[in-house]
């Protein structure tokens, strides 16, 4: 089992950038794909990225290309998502999460066991 704790969300204007950062405990994260999803009220989860653990093969949403970039810090067993150019629409809940297996990069909620919290991203105009 792996345990997850999301961290770096905030409030920050438009155009601005944060990173957030998902602490993964229990086992290496290299072991897992690794997902970022964002979740506003009165919508479904939203895939944004993930990144395969036993590699650097990533996958981003459309809407997110360009702006955001997902990556892994081994030695740390973190992932990251570092969010640049920053739209009002980007608001809403983040949260990691892990399958433990590394085929594919999954955009589906449903393919993830292990979630984190959540961190709360406030985009404002």
């Known amino acids: 089992q792996v345990q997850l704790v999301e961290s770096g969300g905030g409030l920050v204007q438009a155009g601005g950038s944060l990173r957030l950062a998902c602490a993964a405990s229990?086992?290496?994260?290299?072991?897992?794909?690794v997902a970022w999803f964002r979740q506003t009220p009165g919508k479904e989860r939203e895939f944004a990225a993930a990144?395969?653990?036993?590699?650097?093969?990533?996958s981003y949403a459309d809407s997110i290309k360009g702006r955001f970039t997902i990556s892994r810090e081994n030695a740390k067993n973190l992932v990251y998502l570092q969010m640049n150019s920053l739209k009002t629409e980007d608001t809403g809940v983040y949260s990691c999460?892990?399958?433990?297996?590394?085929?594919?990069?999954?955009?589906?909620?449903?393919?993830?066991?292990?979630w984190g919290q959540g961190t709360q991203v406030t985009v404002s105009s």
């Open positions: 229990g086992r290496a994260v290299t072991s897992y794909t």
């Open positions: 990144i395969r653990g036993n590699s650097d093969i990533t």
């Open positions: 999460a892990a399958r433990p297996d590394t085929y594919y990069t999954y955009r589906s909620p449903t393919y993830y066991n292990y």
